[in-house]
């Protein structure tokens, strides 16, 4: 090998000690080169990454694989504008970020059927044998429900609080069994792909629900909504547990109303009002409920929103009356304070209202108001406190059966729904 040159200790850089003594540099070099994408990454402006080149694109995919929503090894410059928006982008409090972009969607979603190797076209038998043992509970004679569900960040406060409400209430529900994951990875059409072994997840099937529903008895399945999302996503769903549980109920949250669908962004808790808020939720309303008619048309008295939206609205509004006891803001982002509806960005729930997106799962699934559970569902001294719980509980049952697509109404105003009235004084 020709030596190109000479270290400063007079060692051919062509021979294998000079290539030992040049390890270090070379080392420092990476980590330099490592540093730089990530820079030029975090730092790089929307303009910069819509015109990204392929070789930057590629250099960006090593330094963040988890920028690859489709998992397909390329990153793409939406792919790259979704991850920038989440990460980086979210630190720049004056720039706007919206929805992402829709994602890249395959074109199996289009077919009139999903690949043959798909788990949802396996047998019972079969299913327990490629994934194990799902949970199985006997009809609970209480009423209680036996549940599964995915979901991600937005669905897990009320996942989390839910079942402490419920035994509250008197009733043992099982455990609901679930499949999570955080945004994307948690809505209803990555948890599908995933479990069925097809498209981003070729091969690669993890069918934990899918196992359960065909293997045991259960009466209800709860979703959270995600951007793009299209009928389909819950249709399959449908279809397949109705299969082998005739009749089981659907429930899908209809999340909450985030600041980045406004333009300009508020500056202020005065800008970022009740009735922005309201605003908000109405425009969002007549997109997502677009959608969930398409499920209730194919599935009749099947498909049910939990309105946990209108319960953040109700929220807001009780809040500028005073009503809110101990909750100090609208959004951390602007208030600065610690107890505020929202607490960052993308819109995550403040302390405690995990306890109200809870009562709203339990108003609406067991079409009971929470006003009428008897003491303490919160331990003495903990936040909320008893008298904002209370409020937690008169405002979910009021967002609930004010909801057209709750299933739920309360004509006689006992606290108890309607159907459930009929069904007492029919046995």
Request: positive net charge.
């Amino acid at each position: 090998m020709k030596p190109i040159g000479r270290l400063p200790n007079g060692k051919k850089t062509g021979s294998l000690d000079a290539m030992k003594a040049s390890l270090p540099r070379l080392l420092l070099l990476w980590f330099l080169l490592m540093f730089l994408v990530s820079w030029s990454f975090g730092q790089a402006n929307p303009k910069q990454i819509a015109q990204a080149t392929p070789r930057e694109l590629a250099q960006w995919l090593k330094r963040f694989p988890e920028a690859d929503a489709d998992k397909n090894g390329t990153l793409t410059v939406s792919e790259a504008q979704a991850y920038w928006q989440r990460t980086r982008g979210t630190k720049n409090k004056s720039a706007r970020v919206g929805a992402p972009p829709p994602p890249k969607v395959h074109e199996g979603w289009d077919a009139e059927r999903f690949p043959e190797h798909a788990m949802c076209y396996k047998s019972a038998e079969e299913l327990a044998k490629i994934y194990g043992k799902t949970p199985a509970y006997p009809k609970p004679e209480d009423g209680s429900l036996r549940i599964v569900g995915t979901g991600h960040s937005f669905m897990a406060p009320g996942y989390k609080t839910m079942p402490v409400i419920v035994q509250a209430a008197g009733f043992k529900q099982p455990p609901a069994f679930t499949h999570t994951g955080g945004g994307a990875t948690g809505s209803a059409r990555y948890k599908w792909e995933q479990e069925n072994g097809i498209f981003q997840f070729d091969g690669k099937a993890t069918p934990k629900l899918l196992t359960a529903i065909a293997n045991g008895e259960w009466d209800a399945m709860m979703w959270g909504p995600y951007f793009h999302d299209r009928p389909a996503y819950y249709l399959c769903w449908i279809d397949y547990a109705l299969k082998y549980n005739p009749d089981m109920r659907f429930y899908l949250s209809d999340a909450w109303v985030q600041i980045d669908l406004l333009d300009p962004l508020p500056r202020s808790e005065k800008e970022f009002s009740a009735a922005v808020i309201r605003k908000l939720d109405t425009e969002k309303n007549a997109h997502f409920h677009e959608k969930v008619e398409v499920l209730r048309k194919a599935h009749p008295g099947k498909v049910f929103i939990l309105p946990t939206s209108e319960a953040m609205v109700l929220a807001a509004e009780h809040l500028e009356r005073g009503e809110l006891p101990g909750i100090e803001g609208m959004h951390k982002l602007f208030g600065k304070k610690d107890r505020s509806l929202w607490r960052d960005r993308l819109g995550h729930l403040g302390p405690g209202f995990e306890w109200l997106e809870g009562y709203v799962f339990y108003a609406t699934m067991y079409k009971r108001s929470p006003m009428l559970i008897e003491g303490d569902v919160i331990r003495a001294g903990k936040f909320p406190s008893r008298e904002l719980d209370q409020v937690f509980r008169k405002i979910a049952w009021q967002a609930v059966i004010n909801h057209p697509m709750s299933g739920v109404t309360d004509k006689d105003g006992d606290g108890i729904g309607d159907d459930v009235d009929e069904e007492r004084k029919s046995r």
